[in-house]
């Protein structure tokens, strides 16, 4: 299983990036999968998630309002497309796979991790 996350990079605050993850899993439609981001000296912490079918999303009250999640079972990708951007969402991105467990918040859920992907927001 590879999941490969990008579009990170620097953007001013109040402007848009858009992350996309690329997974290699087979039965992708069958799973959930999530973004999470560690700021330096924080611990990782949950910021997106969608259920296998897509119906269904969950977000961080931190994001909610400026984040979106969403999935192509077709291309076995998902996009997170964060607008609105602060300081405070600078860090490192990394898409999820969650195998077992439909507990889409909590990093325990996730079986299978990506690199990360770098998000700098200035000020």
């Known amino acids: 299983v590879q999941l490969q996350a990008s579009g990170g990079g620097l953007v001013q605050a109040g402007g848009s990036l858009r992350l996309s993850c690329a997974a290699s899993v087979r039965a992708f439609s069958s799973i959930g999968m999530g973004w999470f981001r560690q700021a330096p000296g924080k611990e990782r912490e949950f910021v997106a998630a969608?259920?296998?079918?897509?119906?269904?999303?969950y977000y961080a009250d931190s994001v909610k309002g400026r984040f979106t999640i969403a999935r192509d079972n077709a291309k076995n990708t998902v996009d997170l497309q964060m607008n609105s951007l602060k300081p405070e969402d600078t860090a490192v991105y990394y898409c999820?796979?969650?195998?077992?467990?439909?507990?889409?918040?909590?990093?325990?859920?996730?079986?299978?991790w990506g690199h990360g992907t770098q998000v700098t927001v200035s000020s």
């Open positions: 969608i259920t296998w079918s897509g119906r269904i999303t």
């Open positions: 999820a796979a969650a195998v077992g467990s439909s507990y889409y918040t909590l990093m325990e859920s996730y079986k299978y």
